[in-house]
């Protein structure tokens, strides 16, 4: 593929409602990570993925959120019972590896700009 | 805890200046620094990191350990320079820390 993408590109919802947002990373990155843009606030992350292991979920800011990513390569993060300040821009960005060194340069989606009314 | 702060939201030159945005972290280890840029309606990509030690579209960063700083620097600000700029860390085998981003507004 061209790059990460993401979809939906936006996404309206009601509070409570739960939604899920999709990711679909560069073939072959082996890295993908999730990333949380409030105005104002820069990039938070949420979760990240590398290879087989466990991910690293350190970022999730309540267990309304999770996230899967399914054989190794297209992700889903799901938000549950959705508030108002879940409102964001949500992120993806996947890269060759996660080790240190020119491998783990990220590759960013165009992210999907969720908006909880 | 790791944490990088960028002191300036928003930081505006005139074209033909000189441009240097702030960046310090905090990490007690051996960490790697990387700047990202977001232009208006782009995605959000690489600009540099500390370990190539390059120049690109004329932005260089040093990473001073003894200050804990990478500080962005262009000797001659464009137009097109205008973005939304990222310092972030990331130690070894975790995760990435952004820091809240400074706006650049070059001037004409």
């Known amino acids: 593929g061209a790059g990460v993408s993401q979809s939906p590109s936006n996404k309206v919802t009601e509070k409570g409602k739960d939604v899920e947002l999709r990711c679909d990373p560069i073939s072959g990155h082996t890295a993908l990570y999730w990333y949380r843009q409030s105005l104002g606030q820069g990039l938070e992350f949420l979760i990240y993925f590398q290879g087989n292991s466990a991910p690293d979920k350190s970022g999730l800011p309540s267990d309304r959120f999770s996230a899967e990513r399914t054989g190794g390569s297209v992700s889903t993060l799901t938000i549950q019972r959705t508030q108002q300040e879940d409102s964001a821009v949500y992120l993806c960005?996947?890269?060759?590896?996660?080790?240190?060194?020119?491998?783990?340069?990220?590759?960013f989606g165009p992210g999907t700009r969720l908006t909880v009314l | 805890a790791q944490r990088v702060t960028q002191p300036e939201k928003l930081l505006s030159v005139f074209k033909g200046a000189p441009v240097e945005l702030k960046c310090n972290y905090s990490?007690?280890?051996?960490?790697?620094l990387f700047w990202y840029v977001q232009y208006s309606r782009q995605r959000l990509q690489l600009l540099l990191r500390?370990?190539s030690r390059e120049s690109i579209k004329g932005f260089t960063a040093d990473l001073n350990k003894g200050e804990t700083s990478f500080h962005l620097k262009k000797p001659f600000a464009q137009e097109e320079d205008s973005a939304m700029y990222y310092c972030?860390?990331?130690?070894?085998?975790?995760?990435?820390?952004f820091g809240p981003g400074t706006r650049l507004s070059v001037l004409p």
């Open positions: 500390h370990i």
């Open positions: 972030a860390l990331r130690s070894y085998g975790q995760n990435f820390v």
């Open positions: 960005a996947s890269s060759l590896a996660a080790g240190r060194g020119f491998y783990n340069e990220q590759f």
């Open positions: 990490y007690s280890g051996s960490p790697e």
